[in-house]
């Protein structure tokens, strides 16, 4: 049922959490969970790298002013660009 984005933006992520050897974030095209690999466990290994997501083959980068937080829910909660091809963030609210 998921599709390939048809965004080519690069969009910033900003709240990642720290798993066992990567950091898990939302893909903000497609909302979707994804990993990145850490070394060091640091934030610094991803600031500022950007990524393509192999599932639904949007771009994302790993904001200067990303954080860590402790909640799997905090990262859930942040917007995806998913049914919007504008480029224009979808509204979680609405649904
Ligand atoms: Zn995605």
């Not at 991803?46 to 192999?54: F, I, K, L, R």
């Not at 002013?65 to 402790?70: G, H, I, S």
Request: with cysteine; proline share 4%; aromatic share 8%.
């Amino acid at each position: 049922m998921f599709q390939t984005t048809t965004s080519k933006y690069i969009l910033p992520v900003t709240v990642l959490i720290r798993d066992k050897d990567e950091f898990l974030l939302k893909c903000p095209h497609c909302g979707r969970i994804r990993g990145i690999p850490h070394e060091t466990g640091s934030l610094h290994d991803v600031v500022g790298e950007s990524y393509e997501d192999n599932l639904c083959s949007g771009s994302f980068e790993i904001s200067y002013d990303a954080q860590l937080v402790t909640d799997i829910a905090m990262v859930e909660m942040q917007p995806c660009t998913f049914d919007s091809d504008d480029g224009k963030w979808k509204n979680d609210d609405e649904k």
